[in-house]
């Protein structure tokens, strides 16, 4: 009965190389969310949705391209990997936009 | 944006002591929340606070919203508390401003 589940929890790769991680929530949330944690713990938004449709795109890469195809579903594509996209990156959710957040486990990506 | 600054850094108490961490913010908001992130590095939602106080067994939060600060309150910590606690913030629809964190170790 995970709330918030994001596969895979590792992802090791190349650079240079394309990646995906996907991320699903059974809570009925209208909005999700992807974070990215860095070595330092620093955790910061990368992007928004409501309802299918970007409401926050902060300042990433275009190499990062979200993609909603329902409100339950929220995955990530990351395009030529580089060492500085090493993180973990969260997902999560919220019943509405500035409601409680509910967060998924994680994915750590280490770029080789 | 707002700002968010977490204090103290870190914080290193027997098991069985109280502890208060502190978020203070930079601007009025209307969401405020406390996570706390275990050794795992799962992130756990505690406390959705933008005013007043909650408990929760032995952990508590108090916002005071006109004064732009918030307080988490450990009681009777266990080594299970250790880890790191964020605060959280935003006002409107803007994105949720996080805090650095406070690194809570209990020691046995």
């Known amino acids: 009965d995970t709330a918030v589940s994001q596969t895979p929890k590792y992802l090791v790769t190349q650079m240079g190389n394309d990646k995906s991680i996907k991320c699903e929530q059974n809570?009925?949330?209208?909005?999700m969310y992807w974070y990215k944690q860095d070595s330092k713990k620093f955790l910061k938004i990368m992007f928004s949705?409501?309802?299918?449709?970007?409401?926050i795109n902060e300042t990433v890469p275009n190499r990062f391209s979200p993609k909603s195809p329902d409100k339950a579903h929220l995955n990530l594509h990351i395009n030529s990997l580089e060492l500085g996209d090493s993180a973990v990156y969260f997902c999560?959710?919220?019943?509405?936009?500035?409601?409680?957040?509910?967060f998924g486990d994680g994915t750590r990506l280490s770029i080789l | 944006g707002i700002q968010v600054e977490q204090s103290p850094p870190d914080l290193i108490l027997q098991e069985g002591a109280n502890s208060t961490l502190r978020c203070n913010f930079s601007?009025?908001?209307?969401?405020l929340q406390w996570f706390h992130q275990n050794p795992w590095g799962q992130l756990i939602n505690l406390f959705y606070?933008?005013?007043g106080t909650k408990q929760n067994g032995r952990l508590s939060a108090t916002t005071v919203a006109t004064e732009r600060y918030s307080l988490l309150y450990i009681s009777s910590s266990q080594t299970t508390d250790s880890g790191v606690y964020f605060c959280?913030?935003?006002?409107?629809?803007?994105?949720?401003?996080f805090g650095t964190g406070t690194r809570l170790t209990i020691i046995p």
């Open positions: 949705y409501n309802n299918k449709e970007l409401i």
């Open positions: 809570l009925g949330h209208d909005t």
């Open positions: 606070i933008p005013s």
């Open positions: 959280a913030a935003n006002r409107g629809n803007e994105k949720l401003t």
């Open positions: 999560a959710s919220s019943r509405t936009a500035s409601g409680p957040q509910h």
């Open positions: 601007d009025s908001v209307n969401n």
